[in-house]
């Protein structure tokens, strides 16, 4: 009888370290996908499939999913630039800047003729 009941603890325990261990690895490979949540990767749920494919081929593709996954950094971008700046590029484009300065030189100038206008009537 004593022998029944040990079998079924050992079985018990068996049990419970093949589910612990499926709930690690599954855990493990969702790394790079809570990496790329947490940053706002614009690739997220391709990263997070990716890694679903890479558990069933046998972990092949998990290293590269995890420098896909810390590549991207929000404030960044991708932190390749060729002129090497870290700053961030403006979201106008140059002839858009550049008529943007244009027009402000014009308002400035208009201002400037609207206070001398109202400077020689004032006097």
């Known amino acids: 009888m004593e022998g029944r009941v040990l079998d079924f603890v050992a079985l018990g325990i068996l049990i ?3 589910i612990i ?6 855990y493990i490979h969702d790394i790079p996908y809570n990496i790329a949540k947490k940053r706002n ?18 972990h092949a593709l998990w290293p590269f999913l995890w420098i896909w996954a810390t590549l ?18 403006s979201d106008l ?6 008529a943007f300065l244009v027009l ?3 308002v ?3 201002e400037e003729k609207q206070k001398s206008k109202s400077a020689t009537k004032e006097a």
């Open 16 to 18: 419970s370290v093949a």
């Open 108 to 110: 400035d100038a208009l």
């Open 41 to 58: 990767h614009p690739h997220l749920h391709a990263i997070h499939t990716a890694g679903w494919v890479s558990l069933f081929l046998m």
């Open 72 to 89: 991207y950094v929000p404030e960044k971008g991708w932190g390749m630039s060729s002129n090497g700046s870290n700053k961030p590029k």
């Open 104 to 106: 402000q030189a014009r």
């Open 21 to 26: 261990l499926l709930y690690g690895i599954i």
């Open 93 to 98: 484009p140059v002839e858009q800047s550049a």
